[in-house]
């Protein structure tokens, strides 16, 4: 017969969670529960004990479901998380209904170009200079640059990767 210790007890939905109980139900660390209820402490507002213990609500639950939904599932930042809950809310975001779109007015937003735009945009100077009647002198040092610099590119992108993985 298990020992009382081993046993795990079904809680009901309504049921208040301490923070090790919430951490498991979500597959998560302690601290980062702990972590997200500073960053929004707007939705997540534990109870807290006269002894110092956290006690999770049901309507903390959601709120901590719904950022990790944002931040693990969708690969939203933190604030990006805070942004789209604070306008949508939790409930549209659990539902599924929440959209993550881009500001409708992004003129004031400066256009920056990317590291890998701008990798294309050499390559397609590149071989652009490079004609069948004049063949450029410097195209196969630039195409060599090029290639250097996109297979150092490709080793950072695994290393990093491999340690998210791990």
Known sequence: MPSSATRKIEKS?????????????????????????????KF????KRRDGRRMF?????????????LVHDQGMTLKGAGKLLAEQGVGSVLGGEARIVAPADSSD?????????EMQETVRKAFE???PDTPA???????ETI?????????RLDAARLKSAA
């Not at 090790?20 to 998560?28: D, I, Q, R």
């Not at 997540?44 to 109870?47: Q, S």
């Not at 937003?109 to 735009?117: C, F, H, L, N, Q």
């Open 57 to 69: 609500r049901p309507e903390d639950m959601a709120a901590l479901r719904a950022i990790q939904t």
């Open 147 to 155: 290639l250097s610099d996109l297979t150092d590119l490709k080793a």
């Open 137 to 143: 002198s410097g195209t196969q040092e630039r195409l």
């Open 44 to 47: 997540v507002k534990p109870l």
């Open 109 to 117: 937003v400066a256009p920056s170009i990317s590291p890998a735009r």
């Open 129 to 131: 200079a490079a004609t």
């Open 13 to 41: 939905a309504d049921a208040y969670r301490s923070i090790g109980e919430a951490a498991e139900e979500l597959g998560l660390q302690p601290h980062v529960l702990r972590y997200w209820e500073t960053k929004f402490s």
